[in-house]
């Protein structure tokens, strides 16, 4: 096991100062950078002198390189659209992203799970088809359009939603329940789908019957026996789901107006924000790759008959 | 008459059976499919659409004129009525499935190369081909994709085949996994190994009898990669990175309703609909196939 996570470990370190390094090249490639005003351009020494201050003079290796360094060190820079520390906007920024992402699964997740094992025990039946259906649909929905939608119903026209979400506002139910509710929908399906065929396949086994035959409670089988199976199914949606909340959903902060991270993520690439969207694609990224390594290591956990590689 | 033996009742046409190859059986299973069949005709509006969007569409995508805001029905010409700057809405939704068409099956088509091409290798001959690829996949795998779609497209600039090349770049490696498990799962079973032991040269064991254990969670795949591809196209055009002005496109018809919700709501419910209709037409579809392809899923067999 130790042996194993070093080597993780090592592969991690590769991933992230391989994606920077992706990242930096893109940025840096990319035409026009964040002190190119088109109405008021700066004198050329101005330019010269500003360019220098940010370290933007340097080739690019040598920019990605000092800003490894620094944010090893928990410094992230300094965002040149706010000429404030970019650890500093992230606690500003993150919270709200969070807030949004913990109650989507709140409540998205014990919903998914108990209608996917509802529909597994009343398989082939109107109550199953209902949720197949339901679920195949709501996993698919394009999210963009299922916010349209919310917004032209419960915004414009019955007005009883702020159309300007929360940025001027303490973030109350009124303009929490549609983002939440948009936010988690994806995964009520998904897993409904993953729990349910989890469910049949487990209900399907011999220990099952087994255990109801020896006289066990259909309800004791059903949370003892199958449930604890289940996990594993459960694991492999419940991880991606939590990078997606703590990332920040670009679509749902930008249609509901939310100053979460996302959102910032898409002001900074228009604005060129170099350190603004380093640290977002780090931080992503650093998320997504610890993700798959608990993935695996929590399978081991959960079911001793797969070994790590 | 002579009495009827009981093998002469087998004889009579009624009583002969037909074989059927798997793929008969698996269509006569997607046609009992209903909600399939529903996503079908959905699909096939939409290829039609796309395809032949030159012939069908009432006017070019890019005529504007000075009927603007039109509401639908207001004007017989514009049955969809017209958008912010007088282009017709029907031609702007029918140029708008040309290319999500276009883009969805350019992307399908290069993650389908790929993954068949990449994936073969590194499960067949494992070693350093495995090793180097794992490694450039677990880094495209860590890239979150939607914030690296948008770096790409602002690098590259707005247009059909930068946004082609953007969800190509970070989509492939899924299909690749996908190969090379069923390759890995395949490569040591016995009638592999015969085949080789009868002198078969890797081509032909790769298209004779890999390419066939493969082809089903292919398809399976395939079903339900598309939809997200259009969907990925949709997103980039609506945060306004993916296709150029003035080709149409569905996202970019959303995100141009914007600033109208509150006057000419019509602008948006449109491509709105249409998306989610599409969609919805494609996963019933996928979820018809995989029923049909993968007789152990549980709907089928009812179990």
């Given at each position: 096991m130790a042996r194993y996570l070093l080597v993780r470990f090592?592969?991690?370190?590769?991933?992230?100062?391989?994606?920077?390094?992706i990242t930096f090249f893109l940025m840096w490639s990319t035409p026009g950078g964040p002190f190119d005003e088109s109405k008021m351009p700066l004198e050329g020494a101005a330019k010269a002198n500003i360019l220098k201050k940010y370290g933007l003079d340097q080739p690019f290796y040598v920019q990605w390189f000092k800003y490894m360094v620094n944010a090893v060190q928990g410094d992230f820079g300094t965002s040149f659209q706010y000429q404030t520390p970019v650890k500093d906007l992230f606690?500003?920024?993150?919270?709200?992203?969070?807030?949004?992402?913990?109650?989507?699964?709140?409540?998205?997740?014990?919903?998914?799970?108990?209608?996917?094992?509802?529909?597994a025990l009343k398989r082939n039946t109107v109550i199953d088809y209902f949720i197949t259906t339901f679920a195949l649909v709501t996993s698919s929905l394009p999210q963009f359009a299922v916010i349209f939608f919310a917004l032209a119903i419960f915004a414009v026209w019955l007005k009883v939603v702020p159309y300007g979400g929360w940025i001027d506002r303490t973030p109350d139910l009124k303009v929490l329940i549609l983002p939440v509710l948009i936010f988690g929908m994806g995964t009520v399906g998904s897993l409904a789908r993953y729990t349910r065929s989890g469910m049949l396949d487990v209900l399907g086994q011999d220990y099952i019957r087994t255990a109801r035959a020896k006289g066990a409670k259909r309800s004791v089988v059903i949370f003892k026996h199958a449930m604890r199976n289940m996990l594993v199914p459960i694991v492999t949606i419940f991880l991606p789901t939590v990078t997606n909340i703590l990332s920040g959903s670009i679509y749902v902060e930008l249609g509901f107006v939310i100053p979460g991270v996302g959102r910032f993520f898409l002001l900074s690439i228009f604005a060129?924000?170099?350190?603004?969207?380093?640290?977002?694609?780090?931080?992503?990224?650093?998320?997504?790759?610890?993700?798959?390594?608990?993935?695996?290591?929590?399978?081991?956990?959960l079911d001793p008959r797969i070994r790590l590689a | 008459m002579a009495t009827q033996t009981y093998a002469d009742k087998l004889a009579t046409p009624e009583h002969t059976y037909k074989s059927l190859t798997p793929f008969q059986l698996?269509?006569?299973?997607?046609?009992?499919?209903?909600?399939?069949?529903?996503?079908?005709?959905?699909?096939?509006?939409?290829?039609?659409?796309?395809?032949?969007?030159?012939?069908?569409?009432?006017?070019?995508?890019?005529?504007?004129?000075?009927?603007?805001?039109?509401?639908?029905?207001?004007?017989?010409?514009?049955?969809?009525?017209t958008d912010n700057v007088g282009r017709d809405y029907l031609s702007r939704v029918i140029w708008g499935a040309n290319t999500s068409l276009i883009v969805s099956m350019s992307v399908q088509a290069f993650c389908l190369v790929?993954?068949?091409?990449?994936?073969?290798?590194?499960?067949?001959?494992?070693?350093?081909?495995?090793?180097?690829?794992?490694?450039?996949?677990?880094?495209?795998?860590?890239?979150?994709?939607?914030?690296?779609?948008?770096?790409?497209?602002?690098?590259?600039?707005?247009?059909l085949w930068n946004v082609i090349i953007a969800i190509a770049i970070l989509s492939w490696p899924g299909?690749?996994?996908?190969?090379?498990?069923?390759?890995?799962?395949?490569?040591?079973?016995?009638?592999?190994?015969?085949?080789?032991?009868?002198?078969?040269?890797?081509?032909?064991?790769?298209?004779?009898?890999?390419?066939?254990?493969?082809?089903?969670?292919?398809l399976i795949a395939i079903s339900f990669g598309v939809p997200g591809f259009i969907v990925a196209e949709a997103g980039l055009s609506f945060l306004g990175r993916g296709i150029n002005d003035p080709v149409a496109s569905w996202g970019k018809m959303l995100a141009s309703a914007g600033d109208y919700v509150s006057s000419y709501i019509y602008m948006g419910i449109i491509p709105t609909v249409i998306i989610i209709i599409v969609i919805i037409g494609f996963s019933f579809f996928g979820d018809g196939v995989r029923d049909a392809l993968d007789p152990q899923s549980d709907r089928a067999t009812g179990g």
């Open positions: 090592f592969g991690f370190i590769f991933v992230i100062v391989t994606v920077s390094f606690l500003k920024f993150w919270p709200n992203s969070l807030l949004l992402g913990v109650l989507s699964l709140a409540w998205s997740f014990p919903v998914g799970i108990i209608i996917g094992v509802i529909a060129r924000d170099y350190p603004m969207i380093m640290a977002t694609v780090l931080i992503a990224a650093t998320i997504l790759s610890v993700t798959y390594l608990l993935t695996d290591v929590a399978y081991t956990l | 698996a269509f006569r299973r997607f046609r009992k499919h209903k909600l399939a069949m529903v996503g079908f005709v959905i699909i096939f509006i939409f290829f039609f659409m796309g395809i032949f969007a030159p012939v069908i569409s009432p006017y070019p995508y890019d005529k504007t004129s000075i009927k603007v805001f039109y509401e639908p029905g207001k004007d017989p010409a514009h049955i969809l009525g790929v993954g068949l091409a990449l994936g073969f290798m590194a499960g067949w001959f494992g070693g350093v081909w495995d090793y180097v690829l794992s490694r450039i996949i677990e880094v495209v795998g860590a890239m979150p994709g939607l914030m690296f779609q948008i770096l790409i497209m602002t690098l590259l600039g707005n247009g299909w690749v996994r996908l190969v090379r498990a069923q390759v890995l799962a395949y490569r040591t079973r016995d009638f592999m190994e015969a085949s080789r032991a009868l002198g078969a040269s890797t081509s032909f064991i790769a298209w004779r009898h890999m390419f066939p254990n493969i082809l089903n969670p292919l």
